[in-house]
C-alpha cells in the first residue's frame, strides 16, 4: 500500500530528452504516450487495492460489526434519559428537596448565634467575677491584687478602645471599672496624704512608712506607691508630693533671707525632713556650692523615703519637680551672679563647674534623664552665661542711652552764648565743660549738646568693653554699640521737630551734634579695631554709620540756611522793588525792609558765630549774604526809570545796610588773619554780589562817561555786571541824548 | 510818576520795641493787639515783625512792632534792635518780683546805652493783670518807676485784652505829640548829599521828566 501515498513526477513519465528545460511546450506523441502510461499505472494501483481489501477481509468484518453494536447501545442510552425525564416530570419532588435544604440552612444559622451569645455570657460572667474580686480585695485591703485585677480587666474591657458595634452589656462592665479606678484612686491618694505631711509648727515633712485608714488595717507606703504605679496613676499621686515639696521645701529654702538648711532623721516607721536655721557661719551663696549641696540633700530623702531608689519612680518624681526647681534656682541664684562686668566672667567659671557637677548627681540618682541634654536646665543657662551677661548689659545700655536723649532739654548755659570766642580758644574750659568737644578730624572745638558728649562716653565705654570680652559677648556689645547711636537718630530729631522749624540755638546745637558723632564714628575703626576680638576684626562696621549723620548734620544746617534766606526774602519783599525811593512813604517802607534784613542777619549771626565752626560760619553766613545782595541788587537793576533824587535814596539805602552790617562783616575774617589783615577784597570773594552792590552804590552817582570807562576797562564785568544790566541801568537813570547813545554804541561795540 | 499801588498809603511809619524779661507775656501782648479783626495785618516775618495800620489822631500809621522773639533770654540783643525806635514798651509780669526789679537793673541800661533817639517815648507796662490774686508789684511801686523813669505806665493783661489797645494808643499818641519823633518818621534820617557831592558839571546828566 505505500505506493499509493507516493507522489506521482509527471516528468519520469517522459521521455529523457527536454527534462533540462522545464517550459518547453509537450509535443503530440509525447501527450499521447504520457495518458497511456497514466491508464496503465491507474491499472496498477487499482489492482493493488483489491488485493489488499482481500487480504484484510476478518478486519473490516470485525469493524463494521463493532460499529454496529455502538449504536445499539446509543439508543439504549437515550430510551432511558427519556424514561428519567419522564419520571421527573411527573412528580413535583424537586421542589421538596429545596424546602428541605432551606429548613436544614436556617437551623444551622440559628444554632451558631446561639452558640455565641452562650459564649459571650461566659465571658461577660467571668469579667463581672474578676471585678467582684476586685472589690473584694478593695474591702479588705489587699491594693497590689485589687490593682493588678484593675489592670488585667483594663486590657480585656479594651478600656480606651471603645468599639460602637458592641453589645451595650461591655459599657455597664466599663462603668463597673470605672467605678472600682475611681474607688481605688481615691482610697491610695488619702493614703499618700497620710503618709507624706508638711508640718508647719515644727516645719518639717513627715514621711510615714506604716498606714492605716478607715476600717483598714495597716499597709506600707511602698505597696501604696506600687500600687498607684500599677494602676496608672503615680504622676497624679506624686504631684500632690512635688507640689507639697514645692511650696513648703524648696520655695522657702531658695527665697529666705536668712540661710536654711535641712535635717534628715530616719526611724523604722518614718522619716523627717526638717527645715533648720543654718549653722554655717561662713555662708557664701555666691558660688552655688551651699545651695546645690542642699538641694542635693533634699533629693536623695526624696529617692530613699518616697520613691524608695526605683529609678522609674524618681524619674516620675523629676519630671514633675525639675522644670519648677530649675526655674527657681536660675531666677533666685544664677540670674543675680550673672557678671555686670566683663573682667568678673572668669569667676563665673566655678559656678559652671558647680551647676554641672550637681546636675551629674541629680542624674546619678535618676532624678533627670542622664541621655536628654534638656535636662540640663542649670548648665545650658550658666554656659551661656556670656549671652545673659550681654543681653543684660545691653537693655542697660540702651535704657541710659534713652534717658540721656529723652531728658536733655538740648538748653545752651549762657557763658557760651555771650561771645563764643571765650570757650572756643581758652584751653582750661575744655576740660571742666560738659558741652564742649574736641574733634576728632579737624583742628577745633566744638560745642554739643550734653546728650551727644554723654552717649558718646557710653559707646566708647561699650567698645572698650568690646575689646576686653569674648566673642559672643564682644559680638552682642558691639551690636548694642551701634544700637545706641542709631537711637540718637531716630529720636532725637523728632524730638526737636518744632525747634528745627524755626531759626533757633537748639537747631545749631543739633547740627553741632550729628558732625560730632559722625567723627567720632569715623574714628572707631581706627581706635578699636586691633584690639577686637579676632573674628570681630572683619565684621565690625561703623562706616555705614557716619555718613548717615554727616547727611543729617548738612541737611540740618541747610535747613536753617533755607529759613533764613526764606525770611530775608520777605522783608526784601516789603520793598516792593525799592520802586519811587524818592517819595517818602515808598522811602520808608524801603528802609523798614532794610532795617528787617539787617535785624535778621544780625539775630543770625549771634545765634550762629557762638556755636558753628568758624569755617562752617563763614559759609554758611556768606551763602546767605550773597543772597541777600544779589537780590537786592536785582531789584535796583530792574527799576526802568530811576530819578535823579531816586538815585541818591537808593544809594543811601545801600550805605545803610552795608554800615549797619560792619559787625558782621568782621565777624567773618578767617582766623589765620587778625583784624587789621583783613581787607574788604577778601570778603568779596567768598560774597561776590557785595562786590557788585558796593559799585552798584558808586554807580548811582556816577557820570555816564565814568559808567562807560568803567565797562571799557572791565570793571564793571569784574564785578559781576551784565552788559544788559549796564545798559539798562544807564537807559534808566540818563535821558536820551546823542552822548547816551555813543556811550551805548560803545559799550555794545568794545575794544577790548 | 504816579505811586505804586503795591502797599497802603500811610501818613507815618513808627517803630516800636518790645523789652523785658523772658516770660513775661511780650509775644502775647503783642499777638493781642495785632489780631484785632478789623484792622489790617500786615504778613509777619517770623515772629520778629508785627506791622499793623491803625487811624489815630486823624492820621494813618503804620507801626511796626519788633519782638526779641527770645533772645532777651541770652541778654544778646543787638544795637540794630534799638536803632530808630520812637517808642519803647517795658514789660513786667505784675506776678514776679524779679521781672520789675531788673528793668531798672538790665533793661533800663539797655536803652540808654544802644538807643539812637534821645527823645523816644517809653511806655512800663504790668501784664498779667488777669493774675491779680497773685500780685507781687503793687501799681504804686509802677506809678513811681514811671514817674522817676520818666514814662508812661499802665496795667494790662493780654490774656483778657483789658488795657492792650489803650497801652499802644497811649504810646502812639505821645509819639505824635512830639515832633522831633513825628519829623523823623515822616522824612527819615536828614543828610545834606549835596554838600557831600557837589554834582557834575556834565550836562548830560538831566533827569527824565
Known sequence: ?752 | MDSSSGHQEFDYLFKLLMIGDSGVGKSSLLLSFTSDAFEDLSPTIGVDFKVKYVMMGGKKLKLAIWDTAGQERFRTLTSSYYRGAQGIIMVYDVTRRDTFTNLSEIWAKEIDLYSTNQDCIKMLVGNKLDKDGDRVVTKKEGIDFAREYGCLFIECSAKTRVNVQQCFEELVLKILDTPSLIAEGSKGVKKNIFKDRPPQSDASASSCC
Not at chain 1, 432511558?80 to 440552612?105: F, G
Not at chain 1, 562786590?691 to 558808586?698: D, F, N, P, Q
Request: net charge negative.
Open chain 1, 1 to 752: 500500500m505505500e505506493s499509493l501515498f507516493d507522489s506521482i513526477n509527471v516528468r519520469d513519465l517522459l521521455s529523457a530528452q527536454d527534462l533540462s528545460d522545464p517550459n518547453s511546450p509537450l509535443s503530440a506523441p509525447d501527450l499521447r504516450l504520457l495518458i497511456q502510461r497514466l491508464e496503465s499505472h491507474s491499472l496498477q494501483i487499482r489492482s493493488q487495492v483489491q488485493s489488499y481489501l482481500v487480504s484484510h477481509r476478518e478486519d473490516f468484518a470485525r469493524l463494521f460489526s463493532l460499529c454496529n453494536d455502538a449504536v445499539s447501545q446509543t439508543r439504549e442510552v437515550s430510551d432511558d434519559v427519556t424514561a428519567i425525564l419522564r419520571l421527573l416530570s411527573d412528580r413535583p419532588i424537586d421542589a421538596e428537596v429545596r424546602d428541605i435544604v432551606s429548613e436544614m440552612k436556617a437551623k444551622k444559622e440559628e444554632l451558631k448565634v446561639k452558640k455565641e451569645l452562650l459564649g459571650l455570657v461566659g465571658t461577660v460572667v467571668a469579667l463581672n467575677q474578676r471585678l467582684e474580686s476586685v472589690r473584694e480585695a478593695l474591702k479588705s485591703g489587699r491594693f497590689e491584687f485589687a490593682a493588678q485585677g484593675l489592670k488585667e480587666l483594663k486590657v480585656a474591657l479594651r478600656i480606651g478602645e471603645e468599639n460602637d458595634r458592641e453589645p451595650l452589656v461591655y459599657g455597664l462592665l466599663r462603668k463597673e471599672w470605672s467605678q472600682c479606678f475611681e474607688e481605688i484612686q481615691e482610697v491610695l491618694m488619702k493614703f499618700m496624704e497620710k503618709a507624706v505631711r508638711f508640718d508647719g509648727d515644727l516645719n518639717q515633712v513627715e514621711v510615714k512608712y506604716h498606714l492605716e485608714v478607715e476600717n483598714v488595717n495597716g499597709i506600707q507606703l511602698h505597696t501604696v506607691v506600687e500600687a498607684m504605679d500599677v494602676v496608672g496613676i503615680l504622676e497624679y499621686g506624686l504631684a500632690k508630693v512635688a507640689d507639697l515639696m514645692i511650696k513648703y521645701v524648696i520655695t522657702p529654702f531658695v527665697n529666705h533671707g536668712q540661710p536654711l538648711s535641712f535635717l534628715e532623721e530616719l526611724h523604722q516607721e518614718s522619716a523627717l525632713l526638717k527645715i533648720v536655721p543654718s549653722l554655717d557661719s561662713k555662708f557664701e551663696y555666691l558660688d552655688g556650692e551651699f545651695l546645690y549641696s542642699r538641694i542635693l540633700l533634699f533629693i536623695k530623702f526624696i529617692y530613699r523615703s518616697i520613691c524608695f531608689q526605683k529609678s522609674s519612680w524618681m524619674q516620675c518624681f523629676g519630671r514633675l519637680t525639675w522644670p519648677r526647681i530649675s526655674e527657681l534656682i536660675i531666677s533666685t541664684f544664677l540670674s543675680k551672679v550673672v557678671p555686670t562686668d566683663a573682667s568678673k566672667l572668669p569667676d563665673f567659671q566655678k559656678i559652671i563647674v558647680c551647676s554641672s557637677e550637681f546636675e551629674t548627681a541629680l542624674k546619678e540618682l535618676m532624678y533627670i534623664s542622664a541621655s536628654d541634654d534638656k535636662d540640663n536646665r542649670l548648665s545650658n543657662f550658666a554656659e551661656n552665661v556670656e549671652v545673659h551677661f550681654a543681653f543684660k548689659k545691653k537693655t542697660e545700655i540702651l535704657a541710659k542711652a534713652r534717658n540721656l536723649l529723652l531728658e536733655c532739654d538740648f538748653s545752651i548755659p549762657q557763658e557760651y552764648t555771650r561771645d563764643g570766642s571765650v570757650w572756643k580758644s581758652d584751653e582750661t574750659s575744655v576740660q571742666s565743660s560738659s558741652h564742649v568737644v574736641d574733634l576728632l578730624f579737624l583742628s577745633e572745638r566744638c560745642l554739643v549738646s550734653k546728650a551727644a558728649k554723654q552717649l558718646m562716653e557710653l559707646v566708647h565705654q561699650t567698645l572698650q568693653d568690646v575689646c576686653l570680652s569674648s566673642t559672643r559677648v564682644a559680638l552682642e556689645f558691639y551690636h548694642t554699640a551701634r544700637d545706641a547711636i542709631l537711637l540718637y537718630e531716630v529720636v532725637v530729631p523728632v524730638k526737636l521737630e518744632r525747634q528745627l522749624n524755626g531759626i533757633n540755638h537748639v537747631a545749631v546745637l543739633l547740627h553741632n551734634d550729628c558732625l560730632y558723632l559722625s567723627q567720632e564714628i569715623f574714628g572707631f575703626a581706627f581706635e578699636y579695631r586691633t584690639d577686637f576680638p579676632s573674628s570681630m576684626k572683619e565684621h565690625a562696621v561703623f562706616v555705614d554709620l557716619a555718613p548717615r549723620f554727616q547727611l543729617l548734620a548738612e541737611e540740618i544746617l541747610q535747613r536753617q540756611v533755607h529759613l533764613v534766606i526764606y525770611n530775608l526774602k520777605e522783608a526784601i519783599d516789603g520793598a516792593d522793588g525799592f520802586q519811587n525811593t524818592h517819595q517818602m512813604k515808598q522811602f520808608e517802607s524801603a528802609k523798614f525792609s532794610i532795617d528787617q534784613v539787617v535785624f535778621i542777619l544780625e539775630k543770625v549771626h549771634i545765634i550762629w558765630e557762638p556755636l558753628l565752626l568758624p569755617s562752617t560760619y563763614r559759609r554758611s553766613m556768606c551763602t546767605v549774604l550773597e543772597s541777600v545782595f544779589s537780590r537786592i541788587a536785582r531789584d535796583i537793576l530792574l527799576l526802568d526809570d530811576i530819578a535823579a533824587e531816586e538815585t541818591l535814596q537808593l544809594q543811601r539805602l545801600i550805605y545803610l545796610m552795608l554800615e549797619n552790617l560792619l559787625s558782621l562783616f568782621e565777624s567773618l575774617a578767617p582766623g589765620e588773619q587778625n583784624l587789621h589783615e583783613f581787607s574788604a577784597e577778601s570778603l568779596e570773594d567768598f560774597i561776590p554780589s557785595l562786590r557788585k552792590i558796593r559799585k552798584l552804590s558808586e554807580l548811582l552817582d556816577m557820570p555816564l562817561k565814568s559808567i562807560t570807562a568803567s565797562w571799557e576797562n572791565k570793571e564793571l564785568l569784574s564785578c559781576g555786571f551784565t552788559i544788559t544790566e549796564v545798559e539798562d541801568f544807564i537807559k534808566a537813570i540818563f535821558t536820551d541824548s546823542p552822548l547816551r547813545k555813543d556811550c551805548l554804541w560803545r559799550i555794545q561795540n568794545p575794544s577790548f
